[in-house]
């Protein structure tokens, strides 16, 4: 999750904001107007074309994990597909606000494609793997939900509080309030290890409790829960690199 900022280093950073804004602009008249079907194709920078790989990324996870749960559960390749997916996404992720930056070019639309492109990658991809890996019962699904929710509103508070959050020299902001969504890959190198092993459905670590009640569900989907708590709070800061 990287912020669209083209002010640099130095004196120069008024010059560049301005040029940002005039950039801006420009794409809110080219959306605006009504040129045809493909016009919006003209208003997009080459950083939020960089920022629909990270949203091309999520979606391939999500449904490669799809192809798994449709396919023989001895054959783990789409599962390893899903997973392979998200740390891509990530790159994607980091290049974008790096082209942005480079090329002094802030967007408005990049912004928000951003935003939802991490949603995607970060939040629904997790926890469509943690479906295809075996937590599949109701309650499973209701904390996984949590989770996804609670990226989506990390997402929304960031793209509210940023401007007034405390600046660096070059116009970044000093740290991240809660944890950033991209820290769930820290889940899919866990769950890619649990596929190593061969430690999915009937498999999962710490097993099912409540089995047979509607109440069944996996406890290891409890580390959906906390990282969901910890992008949402308030009191944690961190550093931004």
């Known amino acids: 999750m ?19 804004n005039g950039s801006q602009e420009k794409q809110k008249m ?4 009504d040129t045809g079907h493909f016009s919006m194709i003209k208003a997009l920078h080459l950083a939020d074309l960089i920022t629909e790989m990270n949203g091309f990324c999520g979606i391939m ?22 997973l392979a997916f998200m740390p891509f996404g990530l790159f994607f992720d980091f290049m974008d606000g790096k082209v942005a930056r480079w090329r002094n ?14 949603l995607v990658s970060f939040g629904i991809s997790p926890a469509a793997a943690a479906f295809a890996i075996g937590m599949r019962t109701p309650l499973d699904h209701l904390l996984l939900t949590f989770f996804v929710l609670c990226g989506l509103t990390r997402l929304a508070r960031f793209n509210v509080t940023v ?3 405390p600046k660096d020299k070059t116009g970044k902001s000093k740290y991240f309030e ?8 820290s889940i899919a190198a866990i769950m890619a290890y ?6 999915v459905l009937d498999n999962i670590p710490m097993g099912v409790v409540a ?5 069944e569900f996996h406890p290891i989907v409890g580390m959906f829960v906390l990282s969901g708590c910890l992008m949402v709070s308030k009191t944690i800061h961190i550093p931004k690199p």
């Open 2 to 20: 990287s912020r669209r900022s083209g002010a640099p280093n130095g004196s120069g950073k008024d010059s560049a904001t301005n040029i940002s």
């Open 30 to 33: 080219l959306l605006a107007s």
């Open 61 to 82: 996870s999500v449904f490669s994990s799809m192809r798994y749960c449709l396919g023989a559960s001895s054959n783990y390749s789409n599962l390893w597909a899903a």
């Open 105 to 118: 070019k802030s967007s408005l639309m990049g912004q928000e494609l951003d935003s939802l492109a991490d």
């Open 163 to 165: 401007a007034a959050l």
């Open 178 to 185: 809660g944890t950033p969504i991209p820290t769930t890959l």
């Open 194 to 199: 649990w596929v190593s092993q061969g430690w």
């Open 211 to 215: 089995k047979g009640t509607p109440f």
